[in-house]
């Protein structure tokens, strides 16, 4: 059975624009201790073997190499686990990739955003221009073949030429697997207090159609709303969430998910690492869902991906025809279906 582990790294170089994850930018001092903190938390919960586990952020790349792989050293996982480090492109170190592919990383997940260094400065993003493509060198030097880019659409003065280009650089780099995301709006960011630089829903409308014409002409087939890859190159770990399977999140702000019940630990790293240190539970709060909402929270993950949902889920009524397709016993969205698809969400029927 399938069984995933998050680890958050929550420390950045620098914070970007858009950014409203539990990330720090100002506490390299606590990097000895908050992997300690990991170990301890692993150790403790007696998890199952995974078949994926996850390096996420933050920029867990900026962890020094000999913690990250600590952490990964004492978490149980099957032979064949997916085990994936995000990296920011600037922080790659060939060194610090040797030594993750020898504990036992086989991915890579690079934020790349954009090509365009006008739209990377407008995100606040601090790599420029040709560190993506260094970055893919040195990983496949390295050994690494599977590696996804992430890229995000609609930032500040991005044109439909400055999207394309940015796909037709990241799509020369012969990635196995894309991930492109509509730039949202988190209240408390820099962002969300500028309205110059606040996205238009049209151009990334547009935006989304165009990528999906172009990774889907390369060779990348859409699996789920955000994410295409070549067939056999999905993402394991993310398809693990959209299934609803078990998850243990590990690390300060970090959530999990066994069976119906959800919990998250505590925010910040240095209460985090206090709780472990002292003994206590670092959780800080959960729920449990009854039947009924799982049951409809299940389909309404599924609804993202290519395998949609039983045919029954989706009522036949007008408004739905051009955001469905109906094929034997499934319902999938259509391209629409993806732009809109908290519209088909809210219509779904839990039997």
Same mark, same amino acid.
């Given at each position: 059975?399938?069984?995933?582990? +998050?680890?958050?790294?929550? /420390?950045?170089?620098?914070?970007?624009?858009?950014? =409203? /994850?539990?990330?720090?930018?100002?506490?390299?001092?606590?990097?000895?201790? +908050?992997?300690?903190?990991?170990?301890?938390?692993?150790?403790?919960?007696? !998890?199952?073997?995974?078949?994926?586990? /996850? /390096?996420?952020?933050?920029?867990?790349?900026? !962890?020094?190499?000999?913690?990250?792989?600590?952490?990964?050293?004492?978490?149980?996982?099957?032979?064949?686990?997916?085990?994936?480090?995000?990296?920011?492109?600037?922080?790659?170190?060939?060194?610090?990739?040797?030594?993750?592919?020898?504990?036992?990383?086989?991915?890579?997940?690079?934020?790349?955003?954009?090509?365009?260094?006008?739209?990377?400065?407008?995100?606040?993003?601090?790599?420029?221009?040709?560190?993506?493509? =260094?970055?893919?060198?040195?990983?496949?030097?390295?050994?690494?073949?599977?590696?996804?880019?992430?890229?995000?659409?609609?930032? =500040?003065?991005?044109?439909?030429?400055?999207?394309?280009?940015?796909?037709?650089?990241?799509? =020369?780099?012969?990635? %196995?697997?894309?991930?492109? +995301?509509?730039?949202?709006?988190? %209240?408390?960011?820099?962002?969300?207090?500028?309205?110059?630089?606040?996205?238009?829903?049209?151009?990334?409308?547009?935006? +989304?159609?165009?990528?999906?014409?172009?990774?889907?002409?390369?060779?990348?087939p859409n699996y789920e709303i955000s994410n295409w890859a070549r067939p056999g190159h999905e993402?394991?770990?993310? !398809?693990?969430?959209?299934?609803?399977?078990?998850?243990?999140?590990?690390?300060?702000?970090?959530?999990?998910?066994?069976?119906?019940?959800?919990?998250?630990?505590?925010?910040?790293?240095?209460?985090?690492?206090?709780?472990?240190?002292?003994?206590?539970?670092?959780?800080?709060?959960?729920?449990?869902?009854?039947?009924?909402?799982?049951?409809?929270?299940?389909?309404?993950?599924?609804?993202?991906?290519?395998?949609?949902?039983?045919?029954?889920?989706?009522?036949?009524?007008?408004?739905?025809?051009?955001?469905?397709?109906?094929?034997?016993?499934?319902?999938?969205?259509?391209?629409?279906?993806?732009?809109?698809?908290?519209?088909?969400?809210?219509?779904?029927?839990?039997?």
């Amino acid at each position: 059975m399938a069984f995933g582990v +998050y680890i958050h790294i929550p /420390f950045c170089a620098t914070r970007c624009d858009y950014c =409203a /994850f539990a990330t720090w930018t100002d506490r390299e001092h606590l990097f000895e201790a +908050y992997a300690a903190a990991c170990r301890r938390e692993i150790v403790a919960a007696e !998890l199952p073997a995974a078949s994926s586990v /996850f /390096f996420g952020g933050g920029t867990p790349s900026l !962890l020094p190499a000999e913690l990250l792989c600590s952490i990964l050293e004492v978490v149980p996982r099957r032979g064949d686990a997916e085990v994936t480090v995000e990296c920011n492109p600037e922080s790659v170190r060939s060194e610090s990739l040797r030594m993750y592919g020898e504990a036992g990383v086989n991915r890579l997940s690079f934020g790349a955003q954009s090509t365009a260094p006008h739209v990377l400065a407008s995100l606040g993003r601090s790599h420029r221009r040709g560190d993506l493509e =260094a970055a893919v060198a040195t990983a496949r030097s390295a050994g690494f073949t599977n590696f996804n880019i992430d890229l995000i659409f609609g930032g =500040a003065g991005e044109s439909g030429d400055d999207w394309r280009a940015s796909l037709d650089d990241v799509l =020369a780099l012969s990635p %196995p697997h894309v991930s492109a +995301y509509a730039l949202t709006v988190e %209240p408390g960011t820099p962002l969300a207090l500028d309205p110059a630089r606040h996205p238009d829903d049209d151009d990334q409308a547009d935006k +989304y159609a165009l990528a999906d014409t172009v990774l889907e002409a390369a060779g990348l087939p859409n699996y789920e709303i955000s994410n295409w890859a070549r067939p056999g190159h999905e993402c394991r770990h993310n !398809l693990l969430y959209w299934r609803q399977g078990d998850y243990r999140g590990i690390g300060c702000a970090a959530h999990s998910h066994s069976s119906g019940r959800r919990w998250w630990n505590l925010r910040t790293p240095e209460r985090y690492i206090a709780a472990i240190e002292s003994g206590q539970s670092p959780v800080a709060a959960s729920e449990d869902l009854d039947e009924k909402t799982r049951a409809l929270e299940g389909l309404q993950l599924a609804l993202r991906t290519s395998e949609g949902v039983p045919l029954d889920a989706v009522p036949d009524v007008p408004e739905l025809a051009d955001l469905v397709e109906r094929n034997a016993n499934r319902a999938r969205l259509t391209l629409d279906g993806r732009l809109l698809a908290n519209e088909v969400a809210v219509r779904l029927i839990a039997r």
